[in-house]
């Protein structure tokens, strides 16, 4: 099968509140710019049942319900959505590459907003039991199927004891297994007063996972092994669900994209990585919170370093190396008087060299990028251009004869 | 090379993947199936198993709400 091959200006790689807040920013700039997504678009926030601490929602707003009005607003701006995942990436260069099975998407910014995947127990006979067989990720989803059954829960932090407790709702039992002392468990406190509190729910402290067992078909019990003791004690449940934590969805990235150990991807304040043109917004980066409410504003400025970027090329493309005649930049900053004062000097070059010399003017003080580009840290400065290479650069001091002197 | 269809509408997990499962079962390599979902649960196992099997999948959101996911047999 021959693969296709699409352009855009942008591709978004993952459709959660990142990615999706991402896509508003750049169809709202008229960027022609397409969203992928693996699976249902939404991306974590759609496996939490509520969601009551993301600001504009006062009487609170399903997970699901939430990721549906963020795509709707993408929409509106003109995004487009591919529902498949990407197998592999081509970053570097002013071309990059997103690889699907079936077809090749060619753009000049990447976003990349891939989130983080549930991670396992790695205990044994875990794989065996994934998805419909009884281990599951997701309690609003499997919840209905387990009415009047017992189930257990694998963890103890928000996510853990807030879906045990949606669970108790259909299920007659719910059994915690929890890792740490009897009483000490990673969720906030008033979470874990209500779950201490609840009847239908059971604790099992000091313990992890040690073997999922069952028939053919279905799990039908786990085997925990205590922390201290090394006992193991298998307690018969119908499903279990995992709860301890994510790790990033960054396989594809890896010796590509800067990342840590566990493989959050690295970037500055503007989502930028190491390759110019790769931006990470998103549960996927290194940062302190993973929220619904973080995820958007790294999308917004994802988004808008995206714009900005791909403006900065353009004119760096075309009118400072792209030109013809030699040229001189001058890089100011609009809001410096010694920047402002340097200004009829410019112009009374500009008009004497006219058709000789072509000159561009740089304000920095909404974007250093063009700066970065040239290798400029301080303004005012000259940049002298020939030949599409930088030949000579001035600072400090700043005339008319410094900058014909520049350019002899 | 066969396309089929499997009609999961209205129906919750963790059904649509027990049959889609099934469904796989019966085909040959090369084989396609369109799986109509309009539970977005599904849309969440669905794929997820069918790429753990190392089948390629596509999704096309047909309307709101409704999605068809395409998986083909590689192997």
């Known amino acids: 099968m021959e693969k296709k091959t699409e352009k855009y200006d942008v591709v978004i790689i993952g459709g959660g509140a990142a990615g999706l807040t991402a896509g508003i920013y750049c169809g709202r700039a008229r960027l022609n710019t397409l969203l992928i997504e693996k699976s249902l678009v939404g991306g974590l926030a759609t496996y939490t049942n509520e969601i009551e601490n993301y600001p504009g929602f006062p009487d609170g707003s399903t997970g699901l319900g939430l990721m549906e009005l963020f795509q709707k607003q993408a929409k509106k701006f003109g995004v487009k959505f591919k529902g498949t995942d990407v197998q592999g990436v081509k970053l570097e260069g002013d071309v990059k590459v997103v690889e699907t099975f079936r ?61 045990g407790m949606f669970l108790t709702k259909f299920a007659d039992k719910v059994i915690v297994s929890v890792m740490h002392d009897e009483g000490i468990m990673d969720c906030n406190e008033i979470a874990k007063g209500q779950a201490l509190a609840n009847p239908k729910m059971e604790f099992i402290w000091n313990t992890m996972p040690d073997e999922f067992v069952g028939t053919e078909e279905h799990l039908n019990g786990v085997v925990l092994k205590n922390t201290r003791t090394g006992a193991l004690q298998t307690v018969p449940v119908d499903s279990c669900f995992l709860f301890i934590g994510y790790v990033p969805n960054t396989e594809i990235f890896r010796d590509i994209l800067d990342m840590n150990r566990p493989g959050y991807l690295l970037t500055n304040e503007k989502m930028e990585t190491n390759i110019p043109g790769v931006f990470a917004c998103g549960d996927v980066r290194e940062k302190f919170l993973k929220q619904v409410a973080t995820a958007v504003g790294d999308g917004a400025i994802a988004g808008y370093a995206a714009e900005k970027y791909l403006a900065e090329s353009e004119i760096f493309e075309d009118q400072i190396m792209g030109s013809e005649l030699p040229g ?38 909404k974007s250093k990028g063009l700066a970065d580009r040239l290798n400029i840290s301080e303004v005012p400065a000259v940049v002298f251009i020939k030949d599409k290479c930088i030949q000579n650069v001035l600072t400090g001091e700043i005339s008319l004869e410094k900058i014909e002197a520049l350019i002899k | 090379m066969k396309e089929f269809t499997l009609d999961c509408m209205g129906e919750a997990c963790p059904l649509p993947l027990m049959k889609t499962e099934k469904q796989m079962e019966k085909m040959e390599v090369g084989d396609v199936v369109i799986v109509q979902i309009d539970h977005s649960c599904a849309m969440k196992n669905v794929p997820e198993w069918a790429r753990n099997q190392g089948y390629n999948v596509e999704i096309d959101e047909v309307d709101d709400g409704e999605w068809e996911v395409i998986i083909e047999k590689t192997k």
């Open chain 1, 103 to 163: 077809t090749n998407y060619e753009a000049k910014v990447v976003i990349v907003a891939s989130g983080g995947k549930p991670r396992l127990t790695g205990a044994k006979g875990e794989a065996q039991y994934l998805y419909d067989k009884g281990i599951s990720f997701c309690a609003t989803c499997d919840a209905a199927a387990n009415s009047g059954k017992t189930v257990m829960v694998i963890g103890s932090g928000d996510a853990a004891i807030e879906e």
């Open chain 1, 328 to 365: 001189i930049v001058f890089l100011w900053n609009a809001v410096m008087p010694e920047c402002r004062c340097l200004l009829p000097v410019v112009e009374a070059f500009e008009e004497k060299y006219k058709g000789q010399i072509k000159v561009t003017r740089v304000d920095i003080y």
